[in-house]
Structure formats: structure tokens, C-alpha cells
């Protein structure tokens, strides 16, 4: 069981490129989600997806595009990235939705840089 | 909406030292309150949790209890080690919206011999 994975680990962007971090799930978890992380702001909510085939926008969408096309996988890409984009990513999953709470599994994270 | 307040970091306390991380909340209704543990280079993992008001939460040593009244979910651990030092949050899950967290700012931990 490998967990939450993410691809890559670091990475150096220039203004106006693009890409995609790659998160993976070998639990066969519902719901996943990605979050940016940034000096004394915490962990904020970018997109989720509650299932494939279902996204929806988190706290901080704006600059990233999500889709979820089978239970595994959820890339977030960054369609002309900008400085401000510079943080930590987390990609994470868990079972079921709703009321109830199941624990969140975080992925190692994916350092980006954009000059 | 909802939010989370942690006390500012970071802080620095000798090995077997008592620890107390704050950790203030707003939420309608009643959330359920989380405390994640980021070791350096790793991502963050569940330490514990409550889900109504007057649980105790615990782990490793540590305990949160969950405190309607004062809106506080305070982190402590009697006699910290150095394998503590880590980045801890505080977290919650509102009422709605999937397993949507909101975070606290985080707090830098470090404990030396």
C-alpha cells in the first residue's frame, strides 16, 4: 500500500509555463483534495472531488484547473503559472463524504517554484 | 465562515518540558476539531480529534479537549521529546461540505536536549 503519492517533489517553473502535479490513491478513497501551503497562512483548499467524475473549487481555485477521471488519480494543473504560485502543494484522500469525518491521508508534498 | 487561530510560533522548549500549543476556533454549529503533525520533509498526519463538545482527544501523549464554551481546542503533552519537534495544526470540519479541513496557520515546534 503505497498511500498518497505525488509527483514531483521539486520543481522550478518560469512565468507563464505550464504543468501538472500528479497525485495518486492506491486506497480506493472517494474523496481527494489538493491544498497549497504558505508561510504563517496554513493549509488552504484549492479544488476536491468527492468522486470521479466530480470536482468542485476550493477556498483558493483561481489559477489551477482540477479533473477526476477515475477514483485513483486527481492532477492539478497550472495553466500559466504566476510567482504567486510558489508554495508547497499537498494532494490528500479520504473515505465516504458527508457528515461523517474519515481521517485525510496527505500525500509528501511538491515543492514549487515560479520565477 | 469558518477559521481557526493557532498560537504564533515558533517555540522552543527543553526536552521533558510541559507543552501547551493554543488553538481558538469559529464555526456555526458544532465542528468537529482536528490537531495534524507535519515531521520535517513529510506530509501532515492525523494526531487526534474530537467530534462533540467535552471530548478528550489523545495520542503519543498528546490531548485536545474539545471546549464549546471557550470555542478552544488547546494541544498538550506533559514531557515533550526531541522526536516531537514537527509543525502542528489545528484543523476543523464543518457541519457541511464533504471533508472540506480548515487550518490553522500552523505552529513550528522544536525541543532540544
Known amino acids: 500500500n503505497a498511500g498518497v503519492t505525488q509527483t514531483p517533489k521539486f520543481q522550478v517553473l518560469k512565468t507563464g509555463q505550464s504543468m501538472t502535479l500528479q497525485c495518486a490513491q492506491d486506497?480506493?478513497?472517494?474523496?481527494m483534495s489538493w491544498y497549497r501551503q504558505d508561510p504563517g497562512m496554513g493549509l488552504r483548499l484549492i479544488h476536491y472531488s468527492v468522486g470521479a467524475g466530480i470536482t468542485d473549487q476550493g477556498e483558493v481555485p483561481n489559477g489551477y484547473n482540477v479533473s477526476r477521471s477515475t477514483t485513483e488519480d486527481f492532477p492539478l494543473r497550472l495553466l500559466s503559472a504566476a510567482p504567486s504560485q510558489t508554495s508547497v502543494y499537498f494532494c490528500?484522500?479520504?473515505?465516504?463524504?458527508?457528515?461523517?469525518?474519515?481521517?485525510?491521508?496527505f500525500g509528501p508534498g511538491t515543492r514549487l517554484t515560479v520565477l | 465562515g469558518n477559521s481557526v487561530t493557532q498560537m504564533e510560533g515558533p517555540v522552543t522548549l527543553s526536552e521533558e518540558a510541559f507543552l501547551t500549543i493554543n488553538c481558538t476556533y469559529t464555526a456555526t454549529g458544532y465542528p468537529s476539531l482536528f490537531w495534524y503533525v507535519q515531521y520535517p520533509g513529510e506530509g501532515l498526519q492525523l494526531l487526534l480529534k474530537?467530534?462533540?463538545?467535552?471530548d478528550k482527544g489523545s495520542n503519543k501523549g498528546f490531548e485536545a479537549t474539545y471546549r464549546k464554551e471557550t470555542t478552544s481546542f488547546h494541544l498538550e503533552k506533559g514531557s515533550v521529546q526531541v522526536s516531537d519537534s514537527a509543525v502542528y495544526f489545528c484543523a476543523l470540519k464543518g457541519i457541511q461540505g464533504a471533508q472540506k479541513l480548515v487550518f490553522g496557520q500552523g505552529t513550528r515546534l522544536t525541543i532540544n536536549p
Open positions: 474530537a467530534t462533540k463538545a467535552d
Open positions: 486506497m480506493n478513497h472517494e474523496y
Open positions: 490528500a484522500s479520504s473515505s465516504g463524504q458527508g457528515g461523517t469525518y474519515n481521517e485525510q491521508f
